[in-house]
């Protein structure tokens, strides 16, 4: 009998049934119109293969509930949560969380199980820039933890938390949450934990411009992530010693990590990581002024971004496109990109990322004579940069603007 079942789809049901039960199933998937459906080939394809994915996780799902335990089923459903946000299909995993709290909401001896799903559903929604939906299922979460006591879960929760602070461009309240989180994961000796909150403490200093910092913390969460074979988080803390040394213009280097993160993602089909890389590539490809190869990786994110409805990567994509536009001196189509990215990152309330957007728009009127709309821009990214106390943009900026004058 032809294997018809979805990898991943498959490496759940492995855990979950026995051989017999999982050679049924794969009778079951025979019935689709396969078709319609292509050969997984790659990361970034595609619709139908999300289609396939989404179809045998709702037909798995009613198998596993006429032969699984509650417990079990439980279990089964935060498996393929799990497995549906590592490879992107977000809107799958936020439907297996909702089932999940409608399972365990009275039930008391599922509180944690709960916890589980209200974070699932705060974190893809903090990636989907909905603050607020984000915050109160993460609160709640957060609540249900410490109630539990469980002190890991409750980091989790205030990890995410500070992230959304980040993205909103609020860094101190960020570092704040970071910290909290920090001591949380501590008090159990959870170095995992530790380490993924030292990534995010990475990240703060990064954009503080203490790149000494930045690297420590992120090398020391490496070390945790290595040992156990952790290819998520070692992706994500590839790209990001990438983007400091990318701000140090140590290009190679910077070159190097990103595609060590490039490579990691790919390992797992870890699709958020992977847009965001590609977005890291075609920034470090402008630099070096290789405009056709970062419009390439500009657009792998691109298609990245639209297939997971990430906002905020698709805003950024439209700055670089802007940057590489600039440098060609298409002005109108650099122009009608960076006021894109600006829009979406305002409508995200992405303080950070208005304010980087506004200095590559001082730099682009700048560079067409219109010089009072060039002061503007870079007064509102100075402003911003100010606030949050972010020297190396401070004094880049002051720099630019003497020349104006």
């Known amino acids: 009998m032809k294997d018809l079942i979805h990898r991943n789809i498959k490496e759940v049901a492995e855990n979950y049934f026995k051989k017999y039960d999982i050679q049924e199933f794969n009778s079951?998937?025979?019935?689709?119109?396969?078709?319609t459906f292509p050969k997984e080939e790659t990361p970034e394809t595609s619709n139908k293969n999300s289609l396939l994915f989404k179809t045998q996780v709702d037909l798995i799902i009613t198998f596993a509930s006429n032969r699984l335990t509650q417990e079990k089923l439980i279990s089964l459903l935060l498996h393929l949560s799990k497995t549906s946000i590592t490879?992107?299909?977000?809107?799958t995993a936020i439907e297996i969380a909702e089932k999940l709290t409608e399972i365990t909401e009275a039930e008391k001896e599922y509180?944690?199980?709960?916890?589980?799903?209200?974070?699932?559903?705060?974190?893809?929604?903090?990636?989907?820039?909905?603050?607020?939906?984000?915050?109160?299922?993460?609160?709640?979460?957060?609540?249900?933890?410490?109630?539990?006591?469980?002190?890991?879960?409750?980091?989790?929760?205030?990890?995410?938390?500070?992230?959304?602070?980040?993205?909103?461009?609020?860094?101190?309240?960020?570092?704040?949450?970071?910290?909290?989180?920090?001591?949380?994961?501590?008090d159990k000796e959870d170095f995992i934990m530790q380490g993924k909150v030292e990534i995010n403490l990475?990240?703060?200093?990064?954009?503080?411009?203490?790149?000494?910092?930045?690297?420590?913390?992120?090398?020391?969460s490496l070390l945790s992530f290595e040992k156990v074979g952790d290819n998520m988080r070692i992706a994500e803390i590839h790209q990001n010693i990438s983007m400091v040394y990318l701000k140090k213009e140590d290009?190679?280097?910077?070159?190097?990590?990103?595609?060590?993160?490039?490579?990691?993602s790919r390992k797992i089909n870890y699709l958020q990581e992977l847009g965001i890389s590609y977005i890291t590539k075609a920034?470090?490809?402008?630099?070096?002024?290789?405009?056709?190869?970062?419009?390439?990786?500009?657009?792998?994110?691109?298609?990245?971004?639209?297939?997971?409805?990430?906002?905020?990567?698709?805003?950024?994509?439209?700055?670089?496109?802007?940057?590489?536009?600039r440098n060609l001196k298409n002005y109108t189509l650099a122009e009608n990109f960076l006021l894109t990215s600006l829009r979406l990152n305002k409508e995200a309330a992405n303080q950070l990322n208005v304010a980087e957007t506004s200095n590559e728009l001082g730099l682009l009127y700048r560079d067409m004579g219109r010089i009072k709309e060039s002061e503007q821009r870079f007064k509102e990214a100075l402003d911003y940069y100010k606030q949050i106390e972010a020297e190396p943009e401070i004094a880049e900026i002051e720099a630019i603007m003497k020349l104006l004058k």
């Open 111 to 186: 509180e944690n199980i709960l916890a589980n799903a209200l974070l699932t559903i705060g974190e893809i929604k903090s990636r989907q820039a909905e603050w607020e939906i984000s915050f109160n299922h993460l609160r709640r979460a957060k609540e249900l933890f410490l109630k539990k006591k469980d002190l890991v879960g409750a980091a989790r929760c205030e990890n995410i938390i500070g992230t959304i602070y980040g993205d909103m461009g609020d860094l101190k309240q960020a570092t704040e949450s970071f910290e909290e989180a920090l001591n949380l994961a501590q």
């Open 251 to 264: 290009y190679e280097l910077a070159s190097k990590e990103i595609d060590e993160a490039i490579s990691a």
């Open 28 to 35: 079951f998937c025979e019935q689709l119109d396969y078709k």
């Open 283 to 325: 920034l470090i490809c402008t630099k070096i002024f290789d405009f056709t190869l970062a419009n390439a990786f500009a657009d792998k994110a691109m298609e990245v971004a639209y297939k997971l409805s990430d906002k905020l990567t698709v805003a950024e994509v439209y700055r670089i496109k802007g940057m590489i536009q």
């Open 202 to 220: 990475g990240i703060v200093n990064t954009i503080l411009g203490k790149y000494d910092d930045a690297l420590s913390f992120f090398r020391r």
């Open 87 to 91: 490879i992107g299909e977000f809107s």
